[in-house]
């Protein structure tokens, strides 16, 4: 089938209920993996990544230099199309700025989002300045194996705390006061999402996309394991000493 619109084709592939009444565990979440250290990075790497960013619309979003290099093939014209056609329909306008993006990643960043260890692994850096609204939408990452859809993941690592202002959503889950180094996931394949800045500060956020292999299984499970031996010790020390 043609499809005019993007959003109606992937409602086509999705498992998600698209009931605004019903919280379903599965899809209406976000996945929390865990915490990584992000205390290399320096307040000179923010402020290049901030200042190197440039404002993208859905069609200047990608990279087809960095897609071809890891094997991705870059969008067609008819996604484009269709993606812009939702955005008319919905009021935005075809030229709708969704955030400012950044794909000269820092070594010091770089090194972060190698720990991921994914296959054909594609790393860009999101600054979703106030005012910006990337709408709500669904992913469409078959092409990086479209024979195993199930195996495609992606990563949001928060390299700024949570402003007030700043959110994202994962079906009718709203996520908010997440900390610099929190490590989220979702199922892409079905949930629609959008992210929003009301805030006064730029979000900051570096996304990891890829081929999960065996390595990158337990990398991620390393990760995980971490994050909860160090909240157990917070909970430890916390009731041994009481509230302050």
């Known amino acids: 089938m ?18 605004s009444n019903i919280m379903h565990p599965l899809y209406d979440t976000v996945i929390r993996v865990g915490q990584i250290d992000v205390s290399t990075i320096t307040d000179e790497d ?30 067609k014209e008819e996604e484009f199309v269709a993606e812009e056609y939702d955005l008319v329909q919905s009021g935005y306008g075809h030229d709708h700025i969704i955030s400012n993006l950044n794909w000269n990643i820092p070594p010091t960043i770089q090194k972060i989002a190698d720990q991921f260890k994914l296959t ?5 850096i999101h600054v979703q300045f106030p005012g910006q609204v990337w709408n709500l939408h669904m992913d469409k990452l078959e092409k990086w194996n479209p024979d195993d859809i199930d195996s495609i993941e992606r990563y949001m690592v928060q390299l700024s705390d ?18 610099a180094g929190d490590v989220t996931t979702f199922n892409w394949q ?15 956020t570096l996304q990891v996309t890829g081929i999960s292999n065996k390595e990158s299984k337990a990398a991620i499970h390393t990760m995980t394991q971490s994050s909860q031996r160090k909240e157990q010790r917070n909970e430890t020390l916390f009731n041994t000493e009481g509230p302050l």
Do not use: C, L
């Open 2 to 19: 043609n499809w005019k619109s993007s959003w109606e084709k992937n409602k086509e592939r999705s498992k998600y209920h698209f009931d």
């Open 46 to 75: 923010i402020k290049d990544i901030v200042e190197d960013s440039y404002a993208s619309t859905w069609r200047t979003r990608g990279n087809s230099d960095k897609h071809g290099k890891i094997g991705v093939r870059s969008r």
């Open 162 to 179: 949570w402003k007030p202002g700043q959110w994202f959503s994962y079906g009718n889950y709203t996520f908010e006061h997440w900390k």
């Open 120 to 124: 054909r692994q594609m790393t860009r």
């Open 190 to 204: 079905d949930v629609p999402h959008s992210t929003a800045n009301a805030g006064h500060e730029p979000r900051i």
